[in-house]
Each structure stands twice: as structure tokens, then as C-alpha cells.
């Protein structure tokens, strides 16, 4: 399998994530060690404040964050994630998760995730986040 077949196979099994199309969310960018994923803020995802909830930022940011962490193929899970909400954002914002892998080594990896308000450039929440690499593949390597 060449390499740009393989990337294409694990792309398609990072966007085929259930979660993501609940969401309405777009992962826009997959690449070794790095993705963008992206969504509206609609009412339903507000809490009783009128802001938006801090379990859908969360959630925008582990699914950048399972993206980068698989996107070579290899089965990774979250063991750790610390988040930081900065900024509050509201219905009809584009909220942008992008992650960095920061550190690759062994069994694990560090991430760096921010959400940004697409338009304003606004920080809404930083994570730093480490993944589990188990020893399985779902899209095998040549060697």
C-alpha cells in the first residue's frame, strides 16, 4: 500500500466517528501528529447561562486530540487530559480545535490542544493531553 493510499485509509476511519457527526463536527485536517476539527455553536449545546457548555468545548478538543493521536494508524486512547476554559463563546460561534503532537515516545504521546472562536481568534480553551499507544493496529504498517 503506498503511503498516500494508506493516510487516505486512516482519514477515512478517523471521519467515519459517530460522536463527530452528532456533533455536527468536521474534522477539516489529519495528518501525522496533527489535526483541525471544527463546529458550530447551536442553542442545544449552551448551558443555563446562555454560554456555550464546557463539556461540548471539552469534547471539540478530544476529538482534535483522538485524531492526532491515531493519525498513523496506530490505536491510541486517552490517559490523561487537563483543560483549561479561558474565554466563553456563544451560539453561532466556529469553534476551531487544533492539535500538536508535542511528544512521541514509546507507548505514549503528548498533545497540545486550543479551541479558538474561528472569527475572533479567541482563545477559548487550552489542554495539554496524553494517549496510550496499544500495540494494534486499524490500518497496518508495511513493515
Known sequence: MSDETRQA?????IQDDA????????????APGHSRVALTVTEQMTNFHGITH??????LGDLAFAAASNSRGQ????????????????VG??????????????????YEITVVEE?????????QDLVYRKKAWFVETED
Open 119 to 127: 472569527k475572533s481568534g479567541t482563545l477559548i480553551a487550552r489542554s
Open 75 to 90: 490505536v491510541a486512547v486517552a490517559l490523561n487530559v487537563n483543560i483549561c476554559f479561558l474565554n466563553p463563546s456563544k
Open 93 to 110: 460561534d466556529r469553534l476551531v480545535a487544533e492539535a500538536t503532537e508535542v511528544n512521541l515516545g514509546g507507548r505514549t504521546g503528548l
Open 9 to 13: 485509509a486512516i482519514d477515512a476511519h
Open 19 to 30: 460522536f463527530a457527526r452528532f456533533l455536527g463536527a468536521a474534522v477539516t485536517i489529519v
Open 54 to 59: 464546557g463539556g461540548l468545548v471539552f469534547a
